[in-house]
């Protein structure tokens, strides 16, 4: 399969090379290291799909003219519109010209995430009471210093729609009842910290993003009847660390499996060896998962916006 990369920024050079022989050209208005500076300017022939790197308000402009000249597309999250009709419009599109539109959501792969999906399908944890996941990182200040970056919900649809997508990937179906408890600017013009809350019927969930964690982290703390699961960073940031804990009855120290990894981040490979697959396989496009998020992004975003202002 032959790709170009529209979006030459940090995005864009780590799907370029996780394509390799595969990649043929790249695209970028500003970015002199790129071939091309439209993606329209690309001859149609030299390429089958497009690796989509780019800001949010293109997005559904871009991902419209490819999947009308029949090239498949992977995004990078979110999939933004100012309109869900547009997403709708766009699915349409995809599955009456026979292509794949694909948002990338590269936590899915990795491996402790994996294994948090497959611990919760087996049931061992039993009912689970409790989900909290932190995700932070340290960019606060080149995201103020951006052009586009700092605006909006800022930390909210960058890092939430990450933990918004795992929660979905964990537990299934869950609903859009989440509130927003926090939401600060402390350092950027948008939000820098927000924290989210929800109640699953039995289950709460709890997410926490911020911009000001100096040292990037991700930790998360699943509560359950006959035990708890916890997850300590990500691949990118090693080690990794997946522990399980089985519960005592009726109290005591339960007995502890972990699962230590060091090692280079796989997601960006194997997201592109799943993108690929399907494409081969011609698969059905399915924005349902993208309408879900944009629906609540959407909301929570207003709502964070308004709670920084009044706490600044």
């Known amino acids: 399969m032959r790709v170009i990369v529209v979006g030459l920024g940090v995005q864009g050079h780590k799907r370029r090379a996780t394509a390799g022989k595969d990649f043929v050209a790249s695209v970028d208005p500003v970015n002199r290291e790129a071939d091309y500076r439209r993606i329209e300017d690309v001859p149609l022939d030299r390429y089958d799909a497009v690796l989509a790197c780019i800001p949010d308000e293109p997005k559904i402009d871009v991902l419209g003219y490819c999947v009308d000249h029949k090239k498949h597309v992977l995004v990078e999250k979110p999939l933004w519109s100012?309109?869900?009709?547009?997403?709708?419009?766009?699915?349409?599109?995809?599955?009456?010209?026979?292509?794949?539109?694909?948002?990338?959501?590269?936590?899915r792969f990795?491996?402790?995430?994996?294994?948090?999906?497959k611990l919760i399908d087996e049931g061992t944890l039993g009912r689970i009471f409790s989900c909290r996941m932190f995700y932070g990182n340290g960019t606060a200040r080149l995201v103020r210093d951006s052009a586009w970056r700092?605006?909006?919900?800022?930390?909210?649809?960058?890092l939430?729609?990450?933990?918004?997508?795992?929660?979905?990937?964990?537990?299934?179906?869950?609903?859009?009842?989440?509130?927003?408890?926090?939401?600060?600017?402390?350092?950027?013009?948008?939000?820098?910290?927000?924290?989210l809350s929800s109640e699953q019927g039995a289950m709460r969930i709890e997410l926490e993003m911020t911009l000001l964690m100096w040292r990037n982290h991700f930790t998360c703390d699943i509560l359950a009847e006959n035990g708890s699961a916890h997850i300590a960073s990500l691949c990118k940031w090693g080690p990794t660390t997946f522990t399980v804990r089985r519960r005592i009855l009726p109290s005591?120290?339960?007995p502890e499996e972990s699962v230590t990894l060091v090692q280079d981040d796989p997601t960006w490979a194997l997201e592109y060896v799943h993108f690929k697959q399907l494409c081969a396989a011609s698969t059905t496009t399915d924005l349902a998962n993208d309408l879900w998020l944009l629906r609540t992004l959407n909301r929570l975003g207003e709502d964070a916006i308004v709670m920084a202002k009044r706490a600044s």
């Open 110 to 117: 990795e491996p402790h995430f994996d294994r948090m999906r």
């Open 82 to 107: 100012a309109r869900e009709d547009a997403i709708v419009d766009l699915q349409a599109r995809a599955r009456r010209n026979g292509v794949v539109c694909y948002t990338a959501y590269n936590h």
């Open 252 to 254: 005591g120290r339960p």
């Open 160 to 195: 939430g729609s990450h933990l918004l997508d795992t929660c979905r990937f964990w537990f299934g179906d869950v609903s859009d009842r989440f509130s927003v408890v926090s939401s600060r600017a402390f350092e950027n013009r948008a939000p820098d910290h927000v924290v």
């Open 150 to 158: 700092d605006q909006g919900a800022g930390v909210l649809p960058d």
